[in-house]
């Protein structure tokens, strides 16, 4: 089975507790996610999440996922069945470099018979699209 993964890291000077408050606040993930939004659901393991994935030129998917790991000021984790023999993992991890600075990570990891065709036709619009979300975490973060 393919497994293939797609990641964006930026510096933020924010500590690890400012991340984790913004990335857990699911209802304010409109105010700075320009492409995942309308996220509702709660912290706890197996707990459904479901938000709208806007990715350019791909119009609008509704995402209904199942939060898996889960690590306060660390990471977050969502898992979504995408059809038969295909997942994707969704997450973001936080980690802190020094008080005040950190590295976030957030990315896909694709999985299952259909993860190299979708990555090779879909990667050259996911990949700003990520971009663009680590730019508005940080800068959320680092004014909060």
């Known amino acids: 089975m393919e497994t293939i993964r797609i990641e964006n890291r930026i510096g933020v000077r924010a500590t690890a507790e400012r991340l ?3 990335l857990t606040d699911f ?3 409109n105010r700075w996610n320009p492409h ?3 996220v509702e ?3 706890g393991f197996g707990a459904p999440i479901s938000l709208t994935e806007r990715l350019p030129d791909l119009g609008e998917r509704q995402v209904q996922a199942q939060l898996g790991e889960w690590e306060p000021n ?3 984790v969502w898992i979504e069945r995408r ?3 295909f997942r ?3 997450y973001y991890e936080i980690e802190e470099l020094e008080r005040g600075a950190c590295i976030v990570s957030h990315g896909t ?3 299952g018979l259909r993860a190299e065709l979708f990555h090779d036709k879909h990667r050259a619009r996911i990949r700003p699209a990520y971009q663009a979300i680590s730019e508005a975490l940080k800068r959320t973060a680092e004014e909060g």
Do not use: H, K, N, P
């Open 83 to 85: 059809g038969f023999l």
């Open 36 to 38: 995942e939004i309308e």
């Open 20 to 22: 984790w408050e913004v």
């Open 41 to 43: 659901g709660a912290l």
């Open 109 to 111: 990891v694709f999985t």
């Open 27 to 29: 209802g304010g993930w």
């Open 88 to 90: 994707t993992l969704r």
């Open 74 to 76: 660390a990471q977050l």
